[in-house]
């Protein structure tokens, strides 16, 4: 008998992805077989990069055999269910994260009973990297290498370099 796939969705705007994520989804991959990050259009935070700039920076920052990204709109729960799996990964930073995690997890499960939130602690030297932060240091020229992927800062600087031109 075949063993049912373990199909873990990654959701997020990832405006843009940081050094933080990427080692959610590296540990995550660990656990699942195959892992689908999601990235939300996200109107309400008039992300910086499009959707496809921003599905294009996680292609080129994760090159992992199981792990996969992918666009998604709507409820959360709803394109879970759709791609057959039942559990979503969410880092947690700290307990600032928790009580919007904890919202979020239990509101996912009222909407779909059958919808499991998994966290994963996030390493010290990633709990206070935000994707607003890395914009904001960019903004102002400052260095973000420490906080995203090589390719993902020269994305930034090129963007924020565009914007003010
Ligand atoms: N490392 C670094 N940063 C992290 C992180 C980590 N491990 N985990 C989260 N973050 C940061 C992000 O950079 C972002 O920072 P910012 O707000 O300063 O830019 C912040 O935490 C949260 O962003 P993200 O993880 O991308 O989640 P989100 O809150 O933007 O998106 C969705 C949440 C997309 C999952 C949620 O809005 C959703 O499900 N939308 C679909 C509609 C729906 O179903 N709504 C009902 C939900 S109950």
Not at 102 to 125: H, V, W
Not at 150 to 162: C, D, F, L, N
């Amino acid at each position: 008998m075949n063993k049912k796939e373990r199909i873990g969705i990654y959701p997020g705007t990832f405006d843009p992805v940081t050094l933080g994520h990427l080692d959610i989804i590296l540990r995550a991959s660990e656990i699942f077989d195959k892992i689908i990050i999601a990235v939300s259009e996200n109107p309400y935070k008039n992300p910086l990069f499009s959707l496809e700039e921003r599905i294009d920076m996680l292609r080129k920052s994760v090159k992992h055999p199981r792990v996969t990204v992918e666009s998604f709109s709507g409820l959360l729960v709803d394109y879970v269910a759709n791609k057959n799996a039942s559990v979503i990964i969410r880092g947690l930073r700290s307990a600032t994260d928790f009580n919007y995690e904890f919202l979020m997890a239990q509101t996912n499960n009222k909407l779909s009973k059958n919808i499991e939130t998994i966290f994963l602690i996030s390493k010290t030297e990633y709990s206070f990297i935000s994707s607003s932060l890395v914009r904001e240091i960019a903004s102002y020229g400052g260095n973000i290498a420490h906080f995203v992927p090589e390719i993902v800062g020269k994305m930034v600087k090129t963007k924020i370099y565009k914007k003010k031109t």
